[in-house]
């Protein structure tokens, strides 16, 4: 025991010098500043106080007569489904086939853990958009099932504020309007499975519980994921001339895609689930769970590196910037340290594929640069009533205008300017502003959860969706269709989760 007190009061001694000599230091008084800056920003800034306080449109939404009629309609539909029911109660109530429904519908969270679980794990060659159709549609006949038999059983369609439902109607209406409805009509049905499985995990998931499985699933399917991105890169993967400049990227490998079409689908895959297993490792009580969590978040982080996707880089460190702004913001300028301390021990390919992002020499670049120049006269004629719903509709009409790039570009490389030519300026604001209404709920709600598994839940959702919005601004995320319902996702995960804490404050 002796020898151990002199063993650790010399330890003592040794870091209280280096402790001294630290504080002393000009990195110290460096990090002093940042962290007064820091907390004069986020303490005093007018910016952020407006981002966070809650909105007036919502709440004159909901008093609205607009709103009103909105929820009469889905309302006298789900009466129109109880009707046709009545009328053939006694085929249906006493069959065994109606009763396993009737389970499935109770049991709803554990189908779409199960549909999720293999959308994410099943490889591209064998998956087919039309899974995501019979999915969605599926669960949707279930849960309306269980709705026609059981009076007391209320849909929940409080997710639809004001945002969300001028978005739907500028889907319809593009849909309905576009230069050429037919092939509109295939991006109709992907943005309509997107809305039902948000309904269906907003309507399934009325507990921490439910709610715990469905994330859960999502992190178990995406660490198998990361580890056949592994195995990838250990069998070897062709470099693709078409992914990569070969001559500002020289010596870099082949790049990882696992399940998914390419390494840049992957990448934002990746970002979006990858919050979650830090928020369950955080939220969770018990000391094995959080060290099985962190286990699996090694590998679907190591194939996000093996990616060598620049933009879903630095949409995820956007969405950890974020995640640790809603923790504590006072560990953000330990983030930035950390993030800069760490740019040394990075492999000699990543380092030199982050280097690239700043070269002006680099195609991908300047090719996104050419697109936009394509697709200007488009929209600047299209701006205020859009083209119509899809990438196919797009090219079309872009082939009448001057091309810049070698052949007709199948989409514009971002998000918003996507959206925007698809469904005119309506449907930009109206999508913007939903991804805003709900990004500050969660930074609000986040705040009032006193539960820790839901409140890391929160900060994740947000985090996720900060990170791949950034993503946007370089590519258009929704152009694989996988990619664009896990956004949603989601986007029905962090509804969920709002939910839940609004139901626990009322």
């Known amino acids: 025991m002796e020898t151990q007190s002199i063993v650790i009061s010399k330890l003592y001694i040794v870091a209280e010098y280096f402790l001294t000599a630290f504080k002393n230091s000009v ?7 940042i962290v007064k800056w820091a907390k004069w920003i986020f303490g005093s800034c007018v910016l952020l106080k407006i981002i966070v306080r809650e909105g007036r449109l919502e709440g004159f939404w909901k008093q609205s007569r607009s709103c009103r009629f909105f929820d009469s309609v889905l309302q006298n539909a789900i009466a129109l489904i109880r009707r046709l029911y009545d009328k053939r109660e006694n085929v249906f109530g006493g ?9 499935f519908a109770d049991n709803l969270h554990v189908l779409l853990s199960l549909a999720f679980f293999i959308m994410l794990i099943t490889p591209h060659s064998l998956w087919y958009n039309i899974f995501t159709l019979m999915i969605a549609f599926g669960l949707l006949v279930i849960i309306l099932l269980k709705t ?5 059983k209320i849909l929940d369609f ?21 230069m050429f409805p037919l092939l509109s009509l295939r991006f109709f049905i992907f943005h309509l499975n997107c809305f039902i499985l948000v309904l269906l995990l907003v309507d399934s998931l009325n507990t921490k519980e439910k709610y715990a499985t469905v994330v859960e699933s999502l992190l178990a399917g995406l660490a198998i994921v990361g580890l056949y991105a592994i195995v990838q890169r250990i069998r070897g993967v062709p470099v693709d001339p078409s992914q990569t400049d070969l001559t500002v990227n020289v010596g870099m490998p082949g790049r990882v895609y696992s399940t998914m079409e390419n390494p840049n689908n992957l990448g934002q895959v990746l970002i979006m689930i990858l919050p979650f297993y830090v928020a369950v490792a955080l939220g969770s009580s ?6 099985i969590i962190t286990g699996m978040f090694l590998p679907p982080l190591a194939a996000l590196a093996l990616t060598y996707s620049r933009s879903s880089w ?12 809603l923790i504590n913001w006072r560990y ?3 983030f930035v340290f950390a993030g800069f301390a760490m ?25 996104r640069f050419l697109i936009y120049r394509t697709i200007w006269p488009v929209l600047e004629k299209y701006w205020v009533t859009g083209t119509g719903l899809g990438s196919d509709v797009f090219m079309d009409i872009v082939r009448n205008y001057p091309l810049y790039t070698r052949v007709i570009p199948p989409h514009t490389h971002n998000l918003y300017i996507q959206v925007w030519i698809e469904m005119g300026l309506v449907g930009l604001l109206s999508f913007a502003g939903f991804m805003g209404y709900i990004i500050k709920k969660g930074v609000n709600m986040a705040r009032a959860q006193t539960d820790k598994y839901m409140k890391y839940g929160i900060i994740a959702g947000v985090s996720s969706l900060a990170g791949i919005l950034v993503v946007g601004i370089g590519e258009y995320v929704w152009y694989y269709p996988r990619v664009m319902v896990i956004f949603w996702i989601i986007t029905g995960l962090l509804l969920a989760s709002l939910n839940l804490t609004e139901d626990a404050k009322g």
């Not at 026609?148 to 007391?152: C, M, Q, V």
């Not at 740019?343 to 991908?364: C, G």
């Open 27 to 33: 990195v110290y008084r460096i990090l002093a500043r």
């Open 95 to 103: 069959s065994i086939l109606y009763k396993l429904f009737i389970y």
């Open 148 to 152: 026609a038999a059981d009076k007391n």
């Open 158 to 178: 409080k997710f639809i504020g004001f945002y969300i439902a001028i978005y739907i109607i500028s889907i319809i209406l593009a849909q309905v309007f576009s």
């Open 286 to 291: 018990s000391f094995i769970k959080k060290f």
């Open 314 to 325: 630095i949409g995820f460190a956007a969405a950890a910037f974020v995640f640790v702004l």
């Open 332 to 334: 953000v300028p330990l």
């Open 343 to 367: 740019v040394p021990f990075l492999p000699t390919t990543v380092y030199n594929r982050i280097l690239t992002i700043w070269n002006p020499q680099d195609s991908s670049v300047n090719y």
